[in-house]
Every structure is written in C-alpha cells, then in structure tokens.
C-alpha cells in the first residue's frame, strides 16, 4: 500500500508538472496544425484520473479502523484549483480547433438550426459566396424561402439573385423565387450534363 501512494503521489506531481509546462508549446503546436487537439486533453485527464484516485485513497485511509487520519483538505484544493484552471480552457481550445472552417458547409449547416432568424439570414448570405456545390445550395435557399420568418425569406431572395445573376422586382413573391430556383436549378444541370 505504501509503494501504491509513494507511485501515485509522484504520478499526481508528474502529470501537473508536465501538463503546466508543456501547455503553452502545446497550445502553439495546435493552433499551427502541427499536433492534433486531441493532445491538449492528455495532460488534464490523465491528472483528473491519478486526482480522483487520491481522492478515493485520502478517503478510505482516513476511514479505516487501523489508522485514523485527517483528509489532507489543502491537497485536495490545490487539486481542484489545478482541475479549475486546466479543464475549462483546455475544453475551450479543443472545441474552437474541433469546430469546422466558418468557409464550411458543416460549419454553416449548424447556423443554419439556430433559433435567431437573423443568423440564419446571415447563412442564407452566406451560402451564395461559400456553397459551391449547387446541389447544396439549392437545397439551403430553398430551405431559406421555406422558413417561417420573413427575413430569412427576403435574405435567401436576396442570396438567389446574387447566385443566377437577375435582380427580381419587389413585389415577387415567395412562390415565385423558388419556381425560379427551381427552374434555374434544371437549366443549370442539364448544361453541365451537356458539357460532359
């Protein structure tokens, strides 16, 4: 039991020591591209993993019958101050080196579910300058014309016009730009099948 804690206190040492030193060469590999985000979450969950383990065995020494002790409180909020200071920001940069291009289809796509008809507005913008699948886009503005809000159907007529290059009058109606939409659509891949 003795060499069990002598192994996991120096494991505990270790692994905060490394992940401390190591995190702002890590941070700067990440962001380069140089090494996948995955090794910013090593440090710290190896650490909350040995740290739970402590917890655990401060917890039963302190209970046994055999040897009454005191939990060492001290360590266990220096552990939780280092838990506190690693996770959220390590997390944090995980998710933004996880999250797609904002020039991405995946990345719009999510926008796309958002519950503020402005940002999915700025999508149908968007989507005329970053979609350069047209199967896709026309399945976006068509979407776009569909929603229930009348400034995402203004942005997404706005988006058509910009992409078949016409500008429609003022009074055109919704059933309209997608009968348009659609009609562009035809025209657009029987060219390309002709082309082939």
């Known amino acids: 039991m003795i060499l069990f804690r002598i192994i996991l206190y120096f494991s505990l040492l270790t692994t905060s020591a490394i992940t401390l030193l190591t995190r702002p060469y890590l941070l700067e590999q990440v962001r380069l591209g140089d090494l996948h985000p995955w090794w910013l979450l090593c440090g710290p969950i190896l650490f909350a993993i040995f740290f739970v383990i402590y917890i655990i065995d401060e917890f039963y020494k302190a209970n046994t019958s055999t040897q009454k002790s005191k939990v060492p409180f001290l360590s266990l909020i220096f552990g939780f101050t280092i838990l506190l200071f690693l996770l959220p920001s390590t997390f944090r940069e ?18 796309l579910s958002s519950k503020d008809a402005r940002v999915r507005s700025l999508v149908m913008l968007a989507s005329s300058c970053v979609l350069h699948d047209n199967n ?15 400034m995402v159907q203004e942005a997404a007529k706005f988006a058509l016009e910009k992409r078949i290059g016409i500008h429609f009058p003022s009074d055109v109606s919704i059933e309209d730009a997608k009968n348009m939409l659609e009609n562009w659509n035809v025209s657009f891949f029987a060219e390309k099948k002709s082309l082939k």
């Not at 886009?137 to 929603?147: A, F, K, Q």
Request: charge should be positive; charged fraction near 35%; glycine fraction near 4%.
């Open 136 to 150: 896709d886009w026309t399945n976006w503005i068509e979407t776009g014309l569909s929603d229930k809000d009348p």
């Open 94 to 111: 995980y998710r933004t080196r996880k999250t797609p291009k904002i020039t991405s289809p995946a990345f719009l796509k999510d926008l």
